[in-house]
């Protein structure tokens, strides 16, 4: 459809319609025809290659010669503004291997029995939660830990930075222990 002639209204309506702007104002393919009858080249210019847009994104768009097709290329130039990177905290504990050791020793040392001298359960079951607390705050304190986030995009959610950081996860104990 060549906006440059305003034959075929189809494309003007869209845009009209749907508040689109075509950034695109001079031909994007150019065509060059001999005419034998008359001993004369004709040229032909028309506007099909567009790039509509609603907002004020484009800062600048170009036409560039194509020296292999009738066809022109087509540059432009989008503003875009990136996010500030947002840091997200977590609250952890350093629980490895060595730490679950340690916590388990820990627990075998409590007497539990002496716990369960009332008869109320949610009492019970408060002490004896209290001290699994207290074992793992002396083992592994809650810290806060500020992760970074690498990649700011919308389509990163916390599900994807987790599969990207299980995925890595498992590369590196792969390449450490190297079995393959």
Avoid at 56 to 74: G, T
Wanted: aromatic share 8%; net charge positive; glycine share 4%.
């Amino acid at each position: 459809m060549n906006i440059l002639n305003g034959e075929n209204l189809n494309i003007l309506s869209f845009m009209n319609n749907n508040e689109l702007i075509n950034v695109i104002e001079s031909p994007t393919r150019t065509c060059w025809k001999y005419n034998n009858g008359i001993n004369e080249t004709n040229k032909s210019e028309t506007l099909i290659d567009v790039v509509l847009h609603n907002g004020n994104l484009v800062e600048q768009a170009k036409v560039v010669n194509c020296p292999f097709s009738d066809h022109d290329f087509i540059v432009v130039n989008i503003k875009m503004v990136k996010p500030q990177e947002a840091h997200k905290t977590i609250k952890c504990r350093n629980l490895n291997n060595k730490n679950l050791e340690i916590v388990n020793d820990l627990l075998d040392k409590i007497n539990f029995n002496r716990l369960a001298n009332s008869d109320d359960i949610n009492k019970k079951w408060g002490l004896i939660k209290s001290e699994i607390v207290k074992v793992l705050d002396e083992v592994g304190p809650i810290k806060t830990v500020r992760l970074r986030n690498k990649n700011i995009f919308p389509w990163f959610d916390d599900e994807l930075l987790y599969a990207r950081y299980c995925r890595d996860s498992n590369y590196k104990n792969l390449v450490k222990t190297g079995n393959y």
